[in-house]
């Protein structure tokens, strides 16, 4: 059976230049009876993980690759021949080139990671850029095709340069192997493609290169190219009607069948990329953990300081005679952790918490599930006793199911910083990061570009956006859930430039605009993170980043911890110091009771405000409704105001329960 597959890819994580969702892509290449197909985001690996999941499950082979920028001379320089600009003639550009690499194997892989994240550490300059030299670094197991029409032969032959372009073929060649590197055609009717295709074959044959044929693919099916052309016009700030915009030339640049290709590139050709299909040999496995190596201050092993100190802080914390009860369930949760591999965890945040109580930051008493733990009560992570409040281990963590602790820890707004460079000084620069978010384009947004995009009037969009139904819980509706509503679906079906808005609307819904940083999320590594996954830096003044998401690097096996400023620490803070300052009293949050009757006849008002957790208006709504008398009964109002109880009548079942 004849067959090839598409080694040049953009999915959206090409961030408004590439239009095609990765299980859409996968999906496309089963129906075309592909094997495998590649990933090839521009300047970046985002896609991988998600990319190989869905490819194993589809049964298509996941082949992992970037479109790379390139620097034309080093990726250490900054001048304006390196800043991507207008050209100074039409094929002379600035900026760097384009280079096609794929993951061989998991040498390459790795390697691969690691020229990504230096491309943006060491090379960002407008793109994050690789050279030569560090191909060379890094060449072992990976594969290297020429490139689109902005490579570097490309380039040299389209200014008629043969010379040039022979050596830069040859050179690259030299540095990852002959077998491993190919000359990439492409021929979507342009002029340009269609000018240097014999002149790159050439170079293949001087070179003894094999010819690899690809598809620019910027989008999954041929009806998808207005609604990346509309993406285009969001991304270059223009609208349909503005002269001599950013476009595409044609509609060819989706996911060809084999047919198709073979209507321009010969049988031969094409069988080379499957040549390529069984040269990848890429098996990837996250099970094991890489918690930082926490400095012992004794000759005793992680495990046993661990143990130490876990009994040390529940003699604290419940006499020196501890009651058989605190034994049994201390014993349960050691002997759980152990079994997990989860001692350096509670010694890496205890002493983060540690830091910052002797560093005079105030640090919150703990949520989630990790207050329901005892040794999180032992080791000062949290200050709430899980038995006196009836508390379960096993929404932390649960025996024989293998999934990483998630604590969540709270400092005063104001200090935050302070503690992740505490993190930074003692684990290492390298070794800690912030992490990733890829923020996609709603519904409401969608809608707004949409109408930009189409040349019609701001009021246009905004009049439909603001048919949108707010959030409900944080859930926000997409424009499926939004053709539900009345008003909304009377706008698409009676008025034409609704419909057309809303229409264009669909094309734009969840694509990835940019990338931004978790709010609290940090991951510390035991070795530095390049080892495990890619980062990102975007210039000097700017943190680094992981290039995957949270799900993503827990997945990795890598320590998360989700540090969180609350402002409403700072403000208790503040009060503390101020109440001592002018009385002389100095306030024991601790000592604090929780049945403060005064308290609670505020709250059954709804005076809130300022209470973190019980200040938004749905909470304080519920809260009168309730009329909480306890720290139990505040409990429950935190655990019935979420989307599932609510959604299910349970709050309300719960209020007339509890008035009878």
Same mark, same amino acid.
């Given at each position: 059976?004849?067959?090839?597959?598409?080694?040049?890819?953009?999915?959206?994580?090409?961030?408004?230049?590439?239009?095609?969702?990765?299980?859409?892509?996968?999906? %496309?290449?089963?129906?075309?009876?592909?094997?495998?197909?590649?990933?090839?985001?521009?300047? $970046? /690996?985002?896609?991988?993980?998600?990319?190989?999941?869905?490819?194993?499950?589809?049964?298509?082979?996941?082949?992992?690759?970037?479109?790379?920028?390139?620097?034309?001379?080093?990726?250490?320089?900054? *001048?304006?021949?390196?800043?991507?600009?207008?050209?100074?003639?039409?094929?002379?550009?600035?900026?760097?080139?384009? /280079?096609?690499?794929?993951? +061989?194997?998991?040498?390459?892989?790795?390697?691969?990671?690691?020229?990504?994240?230096?491309?943006?550490?060491?090379?960002?300059?407008?793109?994050?850029?690789?050279?030569?030299?560090?191909?060379?670094?890094?060449?072992?197991?990976?594969?290297?095709?020429?490139?689109?029409?902005?490579?570097?032969?490309?380039?040299?032959?389209?200014?008629?340069?043969?010379?040039?372009?022979?050596?830069?073929?040859?050179?690259?060649?030299?540095?990852?192997?002959?077998?491993?590197?190919?000359?990439?055609?492409?021929?979507?009717?342009?002029?340009?493609?269609?000018?240097?295709?014999?002149?790159?074959?050439?170079?293949?044959?001087?070179?003894?290169?094999?010819?690899?044929?690809?598809?620019?693919?910027?989008?999954?099916?041929?009806?998808?190219?207005?609604?990346?052309?509309?993406?285009?016009?969001?991304?270059?700030?223009?609208?349909?009607?503005?002269?001599?915009? #950013?476009? #595409?030339?044609?509609?060819?640049?989706?996911?060809?069948?084999?047919?198709?290709?073979?209507?321009?590139?010969?049988?031969?050709?094409?069988?080379?990329?499957?040549?390529?299909?069984?040269?990848?040999?890429?098996?990837?496995?996250?099970?094991?953990?890489?918690?930082?190596?926490?400095?012992?201050?004794?000759?005793?092993?992680?495990?046993?300081?661990?143990?130490?100190?876990?009994?040390?802080?529940?003699?604290?914390?419940?006499?020196?005679?501890?009651?058989?009860?605190? /034994?049994?369930?201390?014993?349960?949760?050691?002997?759980?952790?152990? =079994?997990?591999?989860?001692?350096?965890?509670?010694?890496?945040?205890?002493?983060?918490?540690?830091?910052? +109580?002797?560093?005079?930051?105030?640090?919150?008493?703990?949520?989630?599930?990790?207050?329901?733990?005892?040794?999180?009560?032992?080791?000062?992570?949290?200050?709430?006793?899980?038995?006196?409040?009836?508390?379960?281990?096993?929404?932390?963590?649960?025996?024989?199911?293998?999934?990483?602790?998630?604590? *969540?820890?709270?400092?005063?707004? %104001?200090?935050? *910083?302070?503690?992740?460079?505490?993190?930074?000084?003692?684990?290492?620069? *390298?070794?800690?990061?912030?992490?990733?978010?890829?923020?996609?384009?709603?519904?409401?947004?969608?809608?707004?570009?949409?109408?930009?995009?189409?040349?019609?009037?701001?009021?246009?969009?905004?009049?439909?956006?603001?048919?949108?139904?707010?959030?409900?819980?944080?859930?926000?509706?997409?424009?499926?859930?939004?053709?539900?509503?009345?008003?909304?679906?009377?706008?698409?079906?009676?008025?034409? $430039?609704?419909?057309?808005?809303?229409?264009?609307? #669909?094309?734009?819904?969840?694509?990835? %605009?940019?990338?931004?940083?978790?709010?609290?999320?940090?991951?510390?590594?035991?070795?530095?993170? /390049?080892?495990?996954?890619?980062?990102?830096?975007?210039?000097?003044?700017?943190?680094?980043?992981?290039?995957?998401?949270?799900?993503?690097?827990?997945?990795?096996?890598?320590?998360?911890?989700?540090?969180?400023?609350?402002?409403?620490?700072?403000?208790?803070?503040?009060?503390?110091?101020?109440?001592?300052?002018?009385?002389?009293?100095?306030?024991?949050?601790?000592?604090?009771?929780?049945?403060? =009757?005064?308290?609670?006849?505020?709250?059954?008002?709804?005076?809130?405000?300022?209470?973190?957790?019980? =200040?938004?208006?749905?909470?304080? =709504?519920?809260?009168?409704?309730?009329?909480?008398?306890?720290?139990?009964?505040?409990?429950?109002?935190?655990?019935?105001?979420?989307?599932?109880?609510?959604?299910?009548?349970?709050?309300?079942?719960?209020?007339?329960?509890? +008035?009878?």
């Amino acid at each position: 059976m004849k067959n090839w597959t598409n080694l040049h890819n953009h999915t959206v994580f090409s961030m408004l230049d590439g239009h095609g969702d990765v299980e859409q892509y996968l999906t %496309r290449a089963k129906d075309l009876g592909m094997l495998g197909l590649a990933t090839t985001d521009h300047g $970046n /690996i985002h896609s991988w993980l998600d990319f190989y999941d869905a490819g194993i499950a589809c049964g298509v082979k996941p082949i992992l690759g970037s479109e790379m920028y390139q620097a034309r001379k080093s990726r250490f320089d900054r *001048d304006e021949e390196e800043r991507s600009g207008p050209s100074k003639n039409e094929w002379e550009q600035r900026g760097p080139y384009h /280079i096609t690499i794929l993951a +061989k194997n998991n040498v390459g892989y790795h390697n691969i990671i690691k020229m990504s994240s230096k491309a943006f550490t060491e090379g960002y300059y407008v793109k994050p850029r690789v050279d030569h030299d560090l191909i060379s670094q890094h060449s072992e197991g990976i594969i290297v095709l020429s490139g689109c029409l902005n490579g570097e032969v490309s380039q040299a032959l389209l200014r008629k340069d043969y010379k040039t372009a022979l050596t830069h073929a040859a050179n690259m060649q030299q540095i990852v192997g002959k077998e491993n590197y190919f000359i990439e055609i492409q021929n979507h009717g342009i002029a340009e493609q269609l000018a240097i295709i014999p002149d790159l074959i050439k170079v293949a044959n001087h070179i003894g290169a094999k010819i690899i044929p690809s598809g620019d693919c910027h989008y999954v099916h041929q009806r998808d190219a207005h609604a990346h052309d509309i993406m285009l016009c969001v991304a270059t700030n223009s609208n349909i009607h503005t002269p001599d915009r #950013f476009s #595409f030339s044609g509609d060819h640049f989706y996911l060809q069948s084999y047919d198709e290709m073979a209507s321009v590139f010969s049988e031969d050709q094409l069988k080379n990329t499957m040549h390529v299909y069984d040269m990848i040999d890429l098996k990837l496995d996250f099970g094991d953990i890489h918690f930082p190596n926490f400095p012992i201050p004794t000759k005793e092993s992680s495990t046993e300081y661990f143990e130490r100190l876990a009994w040390d802080g529940l003699r604290e914390k419940y006499g020196q005679n501890l009651p058989q009860n605190i /034994i049994d369930r201390a014993q349960h949760e050691i002997r759980v952790v152990k =079994e997990m591999g989860f001692p350096e965890y509670f010694l890496v945040v205890s002493d983060l918490v540690r830091w910052a +109580k002797s560093n005079d930051i105030t640090v919150g008493w703990g949520r989630g599930s990790a207050a329901g733990s005892i040794l999180s009560y032992a080791f000062g992570i949290t200050n709430l006793d899980p038995i006196k409040f009836g508390l379960l281990f096993e929404r932390f963590l649960v025996e024989g199911r293998k999934s990483m602790p998630d604590i *969540d820890l709270d400092f005063d707004d %104001r200090h935050r *910083d302070k503690v992740i460079e505490y993190a930074r000084q003692k684990y290492g620069e *390298d070794k800690v990061a912030h992490i990733c978010t890829f923020n996609r384009t709603g519904a409401k947004q969608s809608i707004r570009d949409a109408a930009r995009a189409l040349g019609l009037d701001y009021a246009s969009g905004d009049r439909i956006a603001k048919l949108v139904p707010p959030p409900v819980l944080g859930v926000s509706k997409n424009l499926n859930d939004c053709m539900q509503v009345t008003e909304f679906s009377a706008a698409y079906s009676t008025e034409e $430039n609704s419909k057309l808005i809303i229409d264009t609307a #669909f094309g734009l819904e969840g694509v990835v %605009r940019q990338t931004g940083i978790h709010a609290a999320g940090i991951v510390i590594s035991k070795e530095p993170l /390049i080892e495990y996954l890619p980062v990102m830096k975007k210039g000097a003044d700017n943190p680094l980043v992981t290039q995957w998401d949270m799900g993503r690097v827990e997945q990795c096996g890598l320590l998360k911890i989700d540090f969180l400023g609350l402002r409403n620490l700072g403000v208790i803070d503040q009060c503390i110091k101020t109440v001592e300052k002018r009385t002389g009293q100095k306030i024991i949050l601790d000592d604090i009771p929780l049945d403060d =009757e005064n308290t609670y006849k505020e709250l059954c008002k709804g005076n809130a405000m300022g209470v973190f957790q019980l =200040e938004s208006a749905g909470m304080r =709504e519920l809260m009168i409704q309730m009329q909480p008398r306890s720290i139990q009964d505040i409990m429950a109002l935190i655990s019935l105001y979420r989307p599932g109880p609510m959604g299910s009548g349970m709050d309300k079942l719960y209020i007339d329960r509890k +008035k009878w």
